[in-house]
């Protein structure tokens, strides 16, 4: 599949990113383990390009999402974003400027002793918009942009909706003219009905404005409508990334055929043989070799011994399997 | 099935109450519908429909504000909706179980899961120690635990999200109840382990006997378990189908907009990406219900009567005489 | 409503005792210190000395007005100081976690085995008896309350998705702590803040009553009860009027502190 999106150099660029994080240890307790959220990815977003990162609980998507905005330290391997390198050592609010957030939970992603234009107008203050006029200029645009009135900034976040305060929640992510955004489970916390309107804002601001998005979610079928590219991500490491068609049409990677065998929807029922088995083992204790070999319907010995490392089974299309080549694409 | 067989249970025009400082509202209103013996049955609909609070009403768990104000509950015939406390603890775990979204406020933190499991045998069926614990091992093995006699003497915080919720589920279904109710089960598992409970209710359900009421938001969830659909908004049911048909042909606007707006995988690859259509508006809390049919300030649909008159559960006009169709039911002046 | 009579109560007493405290002065009739007479002493309540007269001669009446000034000077006082120290180290503690958060709870722990009493005795030992001692002994003892809590709240706050949007936006530690994480500590603290009064009141009667207060001749309600010690049954309204304005003062705060818990606690708020 060609790729069209943004041709030159990527936006984000995560290069053999490892992030380990020592639990325990002390005087008392010997050595600490060592917990390996992320270990080893690599992965590009293009300028205007949305890559969506789908994996379950353990997966380090967090962690990943983290070490994006600079507020984790690499343990090994790096994050550049437009050009500059991202961490502890970096101008805060440069990186402040280039990458934002969505978050998940719109209960809680609001200071709710704030009003809306103080959450709005202070991040402008913060980076250096000194004009009055001028900042109230752009939350009134912003508000309106995310479908609310520029009348309701003297509002409280109690006072709206579960799918208003998303809405506020993106203004407030899209305030500073970030070239990024992340958006970590953005719809998963909104109730069934009005997701469709949150899902539908995103894609028209990232039309607007430009954006490049990194989508973050459980939900295969969010992530197939948003993204262009995609990558799975299990136990710290990508299994599977490429184009959205390759991958939700022609899945190599076990772990991958899972995630779509599990979804219970009827029009992608009857992969049932897919389905992987177990649960899904600590990211402190990892297994040997491949990590999904304990869970893998296709695992062999070579699985349990060896860890493979992702390989193109086709143009942009990368899978981390030994046995990728043998798995004739899931019907349609 | 045989359609001639009594229903296991009859829900009746339920009616449930909530009472606040700001006066008395109606959270759940005219809910009916029945569950055959081993038929499994869902029962959809977002946050604040009212669905959970059906449930806890047929195991007589509301608790004020909440109560019971109208209808009639009947368990293989018999009325249990207003039983004395002391008959209703015995029904519960004996003929239905109830299993809820998060297993780690369910289970006692304090007891190995094997006591707890051993427990039910004790209760009702008056089985000694050791015969229990014996059968609580057991227990732990049918609902694929692996080395069901160590797990036994965990904690419930020692195991993991889907190894509670299979805790839960032997626990519910150790005495072999009539019917479990499942209350958002799966909502907080990940997706592959959600498939693995799924599949194990199916499959211990159909070898028991043991009917299902399956409480959820995710349609897909509960038409992939369920025979039958029951769609519920604002406190009312308003539509009523097969499973299949839920999907493939809903007749409620809600049902409509719902199915349209969700992005499903395999669109995408069929019909392009298309703009999702929204469904216009909010969930209206229990103090704000509108006037008439409760969808109307949403619907796309709704003319002059919408708002004033509520619209009757009225049967389908379908061409199948299968007695699953016949209980095809939509409460909308304007479906189809 | 229980709420209401909460507040009600507590607020009528504590702004009478602050009234008192404001107007004392005018409202005394005469010098709580000099007008002595010795001709008038331990005279019973009558019209001329509403409380009557102490063993000096003196109007207790007016002694009591003056007193309201230091107990409530005390109260008020030593409490910010306590609430100041208790939100510094609670809320940095938590926020920054590590060795700084280990260290704070190291002294909380210790400050917290010690009776506080015992411990502002020593203080005031070191720095010699008088009001402004007791406000630094006293400001110093009481603050682990405030800072356990302050510390808990800010933990829970430091999870929440706007404090970590803030981070994203660009915002400095120091920047986030006073605007966003403060804001909402505020609640808890106020209600500690509102009943540490009343405790600082009453520790100050009870060293004042130990001599190692306020010095006589000084209006203290706490040294009037201590000079009343002999004379309890013989002359019962030099300890009665004190401690009525002790009870009523402390009951007051107490009362107060408990509405305010009621109003703040965000379970309450979303039941309305």
Redesign the interface.
């Known amino acids: 599949m060609v790729d069209d999106k943004g041709a030159g150099a990527p936006l984000l660029s995560i290069e053999d990113l490892a992030v380990h994080f020592p639990i325990g240890g002390g005087l008392f307790s010997g050595k600490p383990l060592m917990l390996r959220a992320v270990d080893g990815v690599s992965l590009a977003i293009k300028p205007g390009e949305s890559l969506g990162l789908v994996g379950?609980?353990g997966c380090g998507k967090s962690t990943l999402a983290l070490s994006v905005?600079g507020?984790v330290d690499a343990t090994r391997g790096r994050v550049v974003l437009d050009g500059q390198p991202v961490g502890s050592d970096a101008d805060?609010?440069a990186?402040?400027?280039t990458?934002?957030?969505v978050?998940?939970?719109p209960y809680?992603?609001?200071?709710?002793?704030q009003t809306v234009r103080r959450?709005l107008a202070?991040?402008l203050r913060?980076?250096g918009v000194s004009n009055a006029g001028e900042v109230a200029d752009r939350v009134a645009e912003m508000l309106r942009q995310v479908g609310l009135r520029p009348d309701q900034a003297d509002l409280y976040p109690h006072e709206f909706?579960g799918?208003q305060r998303q809405r506020i929640?993106i203004a407030?992510a899209l305030i500073?003219k970030p070239k990024l955004v992340i958006c970590d489970e953005p719809v998963s916390a909104l109730?069934?009905?009005?997701?469709?309107?949150i899902?539908?804002l995103l894609?028209e601001l990232q039309a607007d404005m430009g954006l490049s998005y990194l989508m973050i979610s459980?939900?295969?079928?969010?992530v197939?409508?948003?993204s262009d590219r995609v990558a799975v991500m299990y136990l710290g490491r990508i299994v599977e990334t490429g184009g959205?068609?390759e991958i939700?049409?022609q899945p190599r990677h076990p772990y991958t055929r899972?995630?779509?065998?599990?979804?219970?929807?009827?029009?992608?029922?009857g992969h049932a043989r897919e389905?992987?088995?177990?649960?899904?083992p600590s990211p402190l204790n990892p297994p040997p070799g491949c990590t999904f070999n304990p869970?893998c319907p296709h695992a062999t010995d070579h699985c349990r011994s060896a860890p493979p490392s992702l390989a193109a089974v086709e143009e942009g299309h990368l899978v981390s399997c030994w046995r990728a080549d043998e798995f004739a694409p899931v019907p349609? | 099935m045989n359609a001639n067989t009594e229903p296991l249970l009859e829900v009746i025009d339920l009616r449930i109450g909530l009472t606040t400082d700001a006066g008395s509202f109606a959270a759940v209103e005219g809910v009916s519908f029945t569950i055959g013996r081993g038929e499994t049955v869902g029962l959809v609909g977002e946050s604040g429909c009212g669905k959970s609070i059906t449930a806890l009403s047929i195991m007589g768990l509301l608790k004020p504000p909440l109560g019971l104000a109208g209808g009639r509950i009947v368990l293989t015939g018999q009325e249990i909706q207003s039983l004395p406390a002391a008959q209703l603890r015995a029904l519960r775990g004996k003929r239905i179980a109830m299993i809820f979204q998060e297993p780690m406020t369910a289970l006692n933190p304090l007891k190995p899961v094997g006591r707890q499991i051993a427990e039910m045998f004790v209760l009702h069926q008056g089985a000694s120690w050791n015969e229990a614990q014996r059968r609580a091992v057991e227990a732990l093995a049918q609902v694929k635990v692996p080395a069901p006699e160590r797990r036994a003497s965990d904690y419930p915080h020692q195991l993991s999200g889907g190894m509670r919720q299979r805790v839960m589920i032997a626990i519910a279904l150790a005495c072999e109840p009539d019917l479990l109710i499942a209350d958002e089960p799966t909502t907080a598992l990940d997706v592959t382990v959600q498939a693995e409970i799924v599949d194990l209710m199916k499959e211990l359900c159909a070898a028991k006997g043991t009917a299902i009421l399956m409480i959820s938001h995710d349609l897909g969830l509960v038409t992939d378990i369920c025979r039958r659909v029951c769609v519920m908004y604002a406190g009312r049911i308003v539509e009523q189908q097969e499973s299949e048909l839920i999907f493939n042909a809903p007749q409620h606007p809600y049902t409509q907009g719902l199915v349209a707006s969700l992005p499903r995988l395999g669109m995408r690859a069929r019909h392009g990406r298309r703009k999702l259509i929204e469904i216009e508006g909010v969930v209206p809390g229990i103090t704000a219900y509108p006037q008439g049919c409760r969808f109307h300030p949403r619907c796309t649909r709704h003319t002059a009567i919408c708002e004033t008159v509520v619209p009757e559960l009225t049967p389908l006009a379908t061409g199948d005489s299968s007695p699953e169709a016949a209980g095809s039911l939509v409460r909308c002046h304007h479906h189809g | 409503m229980k709420i209401r009579a909460n507040l009600a109560l507590g607020g009528g007493l504590t702004a009478l005792a602050l009234f008192v405290g404001v107007f004392g002065p005018w409202l005394a009739h005469t010098d709580p210190i000099m007008d002595a007479n010795l001709m008038n002493a331990e005279l019973p309540p009558s019209g001329e000395f509403w409380f009557g007269t102490d063993q000096q001669g003196r109007d207790i009446w007016s002694r009591v007005m003056y007193g309201a000034q230091i107990s409530l000077t005390v109260g008020v006082v030593s409490q910010l100081i306590n609430t100041f120290i208790g939100t510094a180290l609670g809320v940095t503690a938590g926020y920054w976690g590590g060795w700084w958060d280990d260290f704070v709870n190291g002294l909380t722990n210790l400050m917290l085995a010690i009776p506080s009493l015992i411990f502002a005795l020593a203080i005031m030992a070191i720095l010699g008896p008088g009001l402004t001692s007791l406000l630094i002994a006293l400001g110093l003892t009481n603050w682990s309350y405030t800072c356990r809590i302050s510390r808990a709240q800010t933990l829970a706050i430091k999870s929440q998705g706007y404090v970590q949007a803030a981070r994203v936006l660009g915002y400095g530690d120091i920047r986030i702590m006073f605007s966003q994480i403060l804001p909402n500590t505020l609640g808890p603290i106020i209600v500690i803040a509102t009943l540490g009064m009343g405790g600082s009141i009453l520790a100050e009667a009870a060293l004042s009553f130990l001599g190692l207060g306020v010095r006589p001749p000084a209006p203290s309600w706490g040294s009037m009860l201590s000079d009343a010690r002999e004379t309890i049954t013989i002359a019962p309204w030099l300890s009665l009027f004190p401690g009525m304005a002790i009870f009523l003062t402390v009951l007051g705060l107490n009362l107060l502190g408990d509405g305010l818990r009621d109003i703040l606690d965000p379970q309450s708020r979303s039941r309305r």
């Not at chain 1, 459980?218 to 969010?222: A, F, K, R, T």
């Not at chain 1, 389905?275 to 899904?280: S, W």
């Open positions: 379950e609980s905005l507020l805060r609010l990186v402040a400027r990458v934002q957030m978050f998940q939970d809680a992603s609001l200071n709710p002793r959450t202070d991040p913060l980076h909706s799918g929640g407030r500073l109730d069934v009905s009005i997701r469709a309107q899902i539908n894609l459980h939900d295969l079928g969010v197939e409508h948003m959205w068609r939700f049409e899972a995630l779509i065998a599990a979804i219970p929807d009827p029009l992608t029922r389905k992987a088995r177990g649960e899904i869970r349609a």
